[in-house]
């Protein structure tokens, strides 16, 4: 009985990862970036970083330089890095 119970609250906090999910999330932020007037650049995962900015997974500078083009070093460390060369 115990087993039947956890297997159905597995089943209630499972993650989404259904692809049309993911592609109306990201067209809803690309145009919410659009109307704000910032830039929409393709390869840039805007409803992730998004969704990492309001979990506190990472901080607004950190987002900016994601945004614009900066690759995750070490996740634990938090540092980014350029992905543009010098």
Same mark, same amino acid.
């Given at each position: 009985m115990? $087993?039947?119970?956890l297997v159905g609250a597995g089943a209630l906090y499972r993650q989404n990862t259904?692809?049309?999910d993911w592609a109306r999330d990201e067209a809803?932020?690309?145009n919410r970036r659009?109307?704000?007037g910032l830039p929409v650049?393709? $390869?840039v995962n805007y409803a992730a970083l998004r969704f990492m900015k309001e979990n506190g997974a990472i901080t607004a500078e950190q987002a900016e330089a994601l945004e614009a083009g900066a690759l995750p070093v070490a996740p634990e460390a938090g540092s980014l890095r350029s992905s543009k060369a010098d």
């Amino acid at each position: 009985m115990a $087993g039947l119970a956890l297997v159905g609250a597995g089943a209630l906090y499972r993650q989404n990862t259904n692809p049309h999910d993911w592609a109306r999330d990201e067209a809803e932020e690309r145009n919410r970036r659009r109307a704000a007037g910032l830039p929409v650049e393709f $390869g840039v995962n805007y409803a992730a970083l998004r969704f990492m900015k309001e979990n506190g997974a990472i901080t607004a500078e950190q987002a900016e330089a994601l945004e614009a083009g900066a690759l995750p070093v070490a996740p634990e460390a938090g540092s980014l890095r350029s992905s543009k060369a010098d």
